[in-house]
């Protein structure tokens, strides 16, 4: 039987910071509102108390930034794609921000198990003036437990409606995908941090935030396997693959350390429960 669950979590700014209300149906709830850095952005953990999605399951995720707010959600952990034998299990986000809204999505990593049938999308809808930094890790098996991806599928979806879309599905037994120098080489973690604009990006300041990213790429040991580029007027991207899922997540979240400085003069730190 397929375990449902929904989650709609609203920003806006009120009295000089910004403040959160949510409302959900099933196993998915937002914790209490933090504010390690003051009342102008406030951090969020996002819980899936089940710990993952079987075959038939749908999380259903809707966030909304009013003009001058500043959310920022992560998660407590991994999010976990079980085996199926039947239908797909879907985790389907929205985000809608209003001119001047800020977010930063921020969930750690999706891990795919063999077997599996995943759809794992995030479309986003951003008004000119507002602004997102986010990212997506997905990690395929589990290669330090001896438990490889074998079996299964994964559908993944990134967008920013009408800017920018990355779309594909990456199967168990595409082996030229997954193995293939063109494909993912023998790696196991894809994972893509970027940053996305309902307006277009002045030059100075695309070029500001590449040229930060390709200075950490350099001097990171996944340099070989690691870039940034701006696919579009309106994001730039850095993307990654590992091994593993560690590497990769630390070099995101080095990157997005220099990057909040550099966008929104907000010092570089991370939220709290990334420490634990």
Not at 6 to 32: C, K, M, N, T, W
Request: contains cysteine; positive net charge.
């Amino acid at each position: 039987m397929a375990w449902n669950a929904s989650l709609r979590l609203d920003y806006a700014h009120e009295g000089g910071r910004s403040v959160a209300r949510f409302l959900h149906e099933g196993p998915l709830r937002i914790l209490q509102s933090l504010y390690p850095e003051g009342g102008g952005v406030c951090h969020n953990v996002l819980v899936h108390p089940p710990g993952g999605l079987v075959g038939g399951d749908t999380l259903d995720v809707r966030v909304t930034a009013a003009a001058g707010s500043h959310g920022l959600v992560t998660t407590p952990g991994a999010s976990r794609f079980y085996r199926s034998e039947g239908p797909e299990a879907l985790q389907d986000v929205r985000v809608h921000l209003q001119p001047g809204a800020r977010l930063e999505w921020l969930p750690l990593e999706a891990l795919y198990y063999s077997g599996c049938a995943a759809h794992n999308r995030l479309r986003l809808r951003l008004e000119p003036g507002a602004e997102l930094l986010g990212w997506d890790l997905a990690a395929f098996g589990l290669p330090q437990a001896q438990l490889p991806f074998e079996r299964g599928s994964v559908l993944q979806h990134l967008e920013l409606e009408g800017a920018w879309l990355e779309r594909g599905r990456i199967a168990a037994t595409d082996r030229r995908l997954l193995d293939g120098p063109l494909g993912l080489a023998g790696h196991r973690c894809l994972a893509t941090l970027f940053f996305a604009a309902g307006s277009e990006l002045p030059r100075q300041r695309r070029d500001a935030l590449l040229d930060s990213a390709r200075a950490i790429l350099e001097a990171h040991p996944l340099v070989a396997t690691a870039g940034a580029t701006a696919p579009g007027p309106r994001v730039v991207a850095v993307r990654v693959l590992a091994p593993l899922v560690e590497p990769a997540l630390q070099l995101l979240k080095a990157v997005r350390r220099a990057w909040r400085p550099l966008l929104w003069n907000l010092p570089g730190i991370d939220p709290r429960g990334w420490a634990i």
